[in-house]
């Protein structure tokens, strides 16, 4: 059984250019989780996801985030506009269970803004 | 508002020896405790998880303690081994995780 599997795992970007962090659940898992992770900190939650619905988003920055996870296809959190303070790691984790109970984690995103 | 207070920030240990890592909590809504086990370059690694209906839980050598009344919980790793260094977050909730700062644990051969 496949891990959850992130791509791509880093990603550079200018400041103002589009980045595209995309979540593969492991199968069986019908909810995602997205998190964010600067240097020396913990995890902060940003949304979570189910099969072709914003559950909670009460983590994601109002403007320039957003997230799907559609009936087909991998989860996909998109930044638009990124500034240099959007440098960090990204981590998505996918559970079988609605209660955000047993989230397992994928290797994480990289993403640098120069 | 940090949700999970973690403490230490950094553990040294010696190989054999007990390492703990302490958290707690304030929402009394939340009903869910697991611990994370993290490398450098790597995802957070599910290491164990506890239910506020039991005291404690044992893995192997990693135990997790709970004190509801308290609103904390622990990890204990019996034995620590070099191997075991990594970064130990602990995090708790509901409907989604709110996690600790970090423990970063060097066991000393």
């Known amino acids: 059984n496949a891990g959850v599997m992130q791509n791509p795992r880093h990603l550079v970007r200018r400041r103002g250019q589009e980045a595209r962090l995309r979540c593969s659940p492991m199968?069986?898992?019908?909810?995602v989780y997205w998190y964010r992770q600067l240097p020396e900190e913990g995890l902060k939650f940003m949304v979570y996801l189910q099969k072709e619905n914003i559950i909670d988003e009460s983590g994601m920055p109002k403007e320039r985030f957003s997230a799907e996870f559609p009936k087909e296809g991998p989860s996909i959190l998109r930044i638009q506009q990124v500034v240099r303070g959007d440098s960090a790691a990204y981590f998505c984790?996918?559970?079988?269970?609605?209660?955000?109970?047993?989230?397992?984690f994928g290797p994480g995103t990289r993403l640098t803004v120069t | 508002q940090q949700q999970v207070k973690q403490s230490p920030q950094s553990l040294i240990v010696q190989k054999g020896g007990i390492s703990i890592i302490n958290c707690a909590y304030e929402n009394t809504a939340f009903d869910y405790f697991p611990w994370y086990q993290q490398f450098p370059g790597k995802g957070p690694a599910l290491l164990i998880a506890i239910r506020p209906d039991v005291s404690e839980k044992k893995e192997g050598r990693f135990t997790i303690s709970f004190n509801k009344s308290a609103k904390q919980f622990s990890l204990h790793i019996m034995d620590s081994q070099p191997g075991d260094s990594a970064t130990y977050f602990c995090?708790?909730?509901?409907?989604?995780?709110?996690f600790g700062t970090g423990t970063r644990l060097t066991v000393i051969p």
């Open positions: 984790a996918s559970s079988p269970y609605r209660e955000g109970y047993e989230q397992y």
């Open positions: 995090a708790a909730g509901a409907n989604n995780l709110f």
């Open positions: 199968k069986g898992h019908s909810h």
